[in-house]
């Protein structure tokens, strides 16, 4: 029986943005170990070049992560150090990596932790919102009905809701934010530690009117922080008594679209977001 050790998968945060926040020991150990496995190998050979490490890259994506654990896992028992990287951040965290992991775990394979940076953990830090308990739920769906059905699963968590989301598909978002949840305090994070830097904070409506104003907001990589909601009690109480204004209005022989308009002044928000609910308490009629 060979006495050989076995090699560590380290598990390495790179870089969000700035250079700079690679850790001294995260770029030692990618200029020691045998193997760079890569969410992209092409955009993590940038890094490389920056670092002047030549090690040999592997590619591992979602598509293919489930066939190279075999091949990592005799590259660790030959006695080889791995690194695992995604594009930017801390692997595993909305990026490939998990599969992997589990995997070499139950096989009894030591993994290490090379803690740095994270998108998410960067926004919280900055965003003023309440982080003693936060709801982390990755990327919302890309379709609008699947991701306003995501949304509608989370109205009544009190934790701060925290989400990734792309440029293309951020004002959508916030027109979904201002149908499912409201007035709610939203932070938007954007591209953190790079040169363009923005935090933006306001209601969504507010956060759509802002990014209709400015479009060069709407570009870069985002995390988005909304605060969580009121008690359910508190909650409850809040919808009936703006569903009581709403029916008032309604009976009185106001068409939805004036009791929206009503309804902006008297309750604050925004036209669309009464205009939503008030057609559907008349459906419900």
Not at 14 to 32: H, V, Y
Not at 147 to 176: C, M, N, W
Request: aromatic fraction near 4%.
């Amino acid at each position: 029986m060979s006495d050989a050790v076995e090699g560590t998968l380290y598990v390495v945060a790179t870089p969000i943005g700035n250079l700079e926040d690679l850790s001294p020991r995260a770029a030692r150990l990618l200029g020691e170990v045998a193997l760079i496995a890569a969410e992209d190998t092409r955009h993590s050979a940038g890094l490389l070049r920056h670092l002047g490490v030549r090690q040999p890259m592997l590619s591992l994506h979602e598509h293919n992560e489930a066939e190279r654990v075999d091949q990592l896992d005799a590259r660790l028992l030959a006695g080889d150090d791995v690194a695992l990287i995604s594009d930017a951040g801390t692997p595993l965290i909305s990026d490939p990596g998990f599969v992997l992991v589990r995997e070499l775990r139950q096989r009894g394979r030591v993994v290490s932790p090379v803690p740095g940076p994270c998108a998410l953990v960067a926004a919280l830090s900055a965003a003023g919102l309440p982080t003693d308990r936060f709801l982390f739920s990755g990327f919302l769906p890309a379709k609008g009905s699947a991701r306003r059905k995501r949304l509608g699963e989370l109205t009544e968590r009190q934790e701060t809701l925290v989400f990734y989301e792309s440029p293309h598909r951020i004002r959508a978002t916030l027109d979904d934010l201002v149908t499912t949840l409201g007035d709610r305090h939203v932070v938007l994070a954007r591209e953190l530690t790079k040169r363009f830097e923005t935090l933006l904070d306001g209601t969504p409506a507010q956060l759509v009117e802002q990014l209709s104003e400015d479009p060069d907001q709407s570009r870069g990589e985002f995390v988005v922080m909304v605060a969580g909601g009121e008690a359910q009690e508190e909650a409850e109480q809040t919808q009936l008594s703006a569903d009581s204004l709403l029916n008032s209005l309604l009976e009185e022989g106001l068409g939805v679209k004036q009791t929206a308009a009503v309804a902006v002044r008297v309750l604050g928000g925004t036209r669309k977001q009464w205009y939503q609910r008030a057609q559907l308490l008349k459906d419900r009629d």
